[in-house]
């Protein structure tokens, strides 16, 4: 066993979306920026994107180029997923990693949107995930943009006042039954499924979720004049059913921030680096994500279970299993479940990763 069997890169994962951006995410990883609508990099990825019109284009599977040809990370797994979700994780959930993570790079606001929670998933889209998320802002992708996201529907707003107004594509009255909350780099949020939610233009997050592409719609035309395809809208369901995956109790801001505003929890400090929970148990068993901050040398244990590390900044060194490799801004690696302890080690200054972990078995 050496440190690429245990300890997988992967490379970028660009996925085609119905909203404009990407030129932050060029930008991450050292290239001239220029927006698109391939706005989104999906990290050491399984999960396939669901485009209609597109069926036919592999998106959203992420490839291991630290190994000879560069498969499919889903190829990988196959030969051994013992070795890379461990014994209670495939008892538990089979041989799927069970999340996703992405970097999302908002170049528009994203439409207004709801995902499925488990009950809607299982009965009426016969899956085994619904989409609950979770957020953690990098920042703004426009130094004259502040940025924002939209969050959950304020008191008052009933099915029938909502069918209304989106029957009439009656937009700002659509923003306006929701929260519009600025953020800045740091903070960490919840969105429960169910929730109605936007991205605001301008916001560059990273997002840790249930491993689906389902999201409802109630725009039918992007702010940047894009028409949906009546299926990315709700998504073969049919416009009633789509109303129906809304949660309709409102809250108002301050209870909006105290339920979804994830606050961390310092899990360990020593004089290499600290530890920061930002999504937990407190929330969801369904994933966690940990904030890794590296200022010398740190070792982290092992977990047991496949995780995914996205280094956020710096650069520096990773060892495991008796070899080193450099990591640097931009990189995904997938750590087996069988990987030995990792040191990460940082090069002039502070190294920064986010630690994301599926499901408790």
């Known amino acids: 066993m050496n440190i690429t069997d245990v300890l997988l890169k992967t490379g970028e994962t660009r996925v085609w979306r119905t909203y404009g951006g990407g030129a932050a995410?060029?930008?991450?990883?050292?290239?001239?920026?220029?927006?698109?609508?391939?706005?989104?990099?999906w990290a050491a990825s399984t999960t396939r994107a669901s485009n209609p019109g597109r069926e036919e284009i592999v998106e959203g599977l992420s490839r291991v180029i630290s190994m000879e040809g560069e498969p499919y990370l889903t190829d990988v797994i196959a030969r051994d997923p013992l070795a890379f979700f461990g014994e209670a994780h495939?008892?538990?959930?089979?041989?799927?990693?069970?999340?996703?993570?992405?970097l999302?790079?908002?170049?528009?606001?994203?439409?207004?949107?709801?995902?499925?929670?488990?009950?809607?998933?299982?009965?009426?889209?016969?899956?085994?995930?619904?989409?609950?998320?979770?957020?953690?802002?990098?920042?703004?992708?426009?130094?004259?943009?502040?940025?924002?996201?939209?969050?959950g529907f304020k008191p008052g707003v009933t099915r029938a006042m909502w069918k209304d107004i989106f029957e009439r594509q009656d937009i700002p009255a659509m923003l306006e039954c929701l929260h519009r909350i600025p953020v800045k780099?740091?903070?960490?949020?919840?969105?429960?499924?169910g929730v109605p939610h936007a991205i605001g233009?301008?916001?560059?997050?990273?997002?840790?979720?249930?491993?689906?592409?389902?999201?409802?719609?109630?725009?039918?035309?992007?702010?940047?004049?894009?028409?949906?395809?009546?299926?990315?809208c709700h998504q073969g369901v049919g416009y009633?059913?789509?109303?129906?995956?809304?949660?309709?109790?409102?809250?108002?801001?301050?209870?909006?921030?105290?339920?979804?505003?994830?606050?961390p929890v310092r899990l360990r400090e020593e004089a290499g680096g600290c530890v920061d929970s930002l999504i937990d148990t407190r929330q969801t068993e369904l994933f966690s994500m940990r904030r890794v901050t590296v200022s010398g040398e740190m070792t982290l244990e092992p977990e047991?279970?496949?995780?995914?590390?996205?280094?956020?900044?710096?650069?520096?060194?990773?060892?495991?299993?008796?070899?080193?490799?450099?990591?640097?801004?931009?990189?995904?690696?997938?750590a087996r479940a069988d990987c030995p302890r990792i040191t990460i080690e940082a090069e002039d200054g502070e190294l920064t990763l986010l630690q994301c972990l599926p499901p408790r078995a």
């Open 185 to 193: 780099a740091g903070e960490c949020y919840f969105i429960s499924a």
């Open 201 to 232: 233009e301008g916001c560059f997050l990273a997002e840790i979720q249930e491993p689906t592409d389902y999201t409802m719609r109630t725009e039918l035309v992007t702010p940047a004049g894009l028409r949906i395809h009546e299926n990315q």
């Open 90 to 102: 495939l008892r538990a959930f089979g041989a799927k990693a069970g999340f996703l993570v992405k």
């Open 25 to 41: 995410l060029d930008r991450w990883h050292g290239r001239q920026g220029e927006n698109g609508m391939f706005p989104e990099d």
């Open 304 to 334: 047991g279970c496949m995780s995914i590390l996205m280094v956020l900044s710096g650069r520096g060194r990773a060892r495991a299993a008796g070899g080193c490799m450099a990591v640097a801004q931009g990189d995904v690696l997938a």
């Open 104 to 151: 999302i790079d908002a170049g528009e606001r994203l439409t207004i949107q709801v995902h499925p929670d488990k009950r809607f998933a299982k009965e009426i889209l016969h899956s085994d995930y619904g989409k609950t998320e979770s957020w953690y802002i990098l920042g703004s992708n426009d130094r004259d943009k502040e940025p924002c996201i939209y969050l």
């Open 240 to 263: 009633e059913k789509m109303l129906d995956c809304f949660h309709y109790d409102g809250e108002s801001l301050e209870q909006t921030l105290a339920r979804w505003r994830s606050e």
